[in-house]
């Protein structure tokens, strides 16, 4: 990131096409899960795991909207509670990080007419990986195993939905 102030950098107002987050290296994504739900259920947030110890958490509000902001990783968001209930894991499907993870090369938030975030793009060389906030985190990954080039898929997953 380019400011001397991690937290500023994730508070500030971010464009639609922003740079906050260019040349950072991705080396894990993981899903937040509700536990009582199970395995099964769909992330209520998703975490970006950065080379620099930072993380980035992708979460959904109550009116379908996504919080792009600061992660907490390894320890779980405040809101998690009771925290016994919670738990970080891998999405199914997700490829591996090739060796020193992906590279971000552009980031975009698409914004609905109030001008609130309901997408985010995290671009990568090789592919992209898409958040859409609903009722929980929908997140589609546009990217071949071990970061090779992919097809995108035809089709949106529906609200909720994780597609990887």
């Known amino acids: 990131m380019r400011v001397e102030n991690d937290e500023e950098a994730f508070r500030s107002t971010r464009q639609g096409n922003a740079e906050w987050l260019r040349g950072a290296r991705v080396v894990g994504v993981l899903g937040l899960f509700y536990r009582p739900e199970g395995r099964m259920g769909e992330p209520e947030a998703v975490e970006f795991l950065l080379s620099d110890r930072q993380s980035l958490l992708l979460t959904c509000a109550s009116d379908w909207t996504l919080h792009v902001g600061p992660g907490t990783w390894p320890r779980l968001p405040e809101w998690c509670v009771p925290a016994g209930q919670w738990e970080f894991a891998a999405l199914p499907h997700l490829p591996e990080p090739p060796d020193g993870g992906w590279t971000v090369t552009r980031t ?26 609903g009722d929980t985190v929908a997140m589609r990954d546009t990217r071949g195993h071990r970061g090779a080039v992919a097809t995108p898929r035809d089709h949106q997953p529906p609200c909720g939905a994780v597609s990887v």
């Open 108 to 133: 975009e938030e698409l914004r609905d007419e109030r001008g609130e975030v309901h997408q985010a793009v995290i671009r990568c060389e090789g592919g992209s990986f898409v958040v859409i906030g």
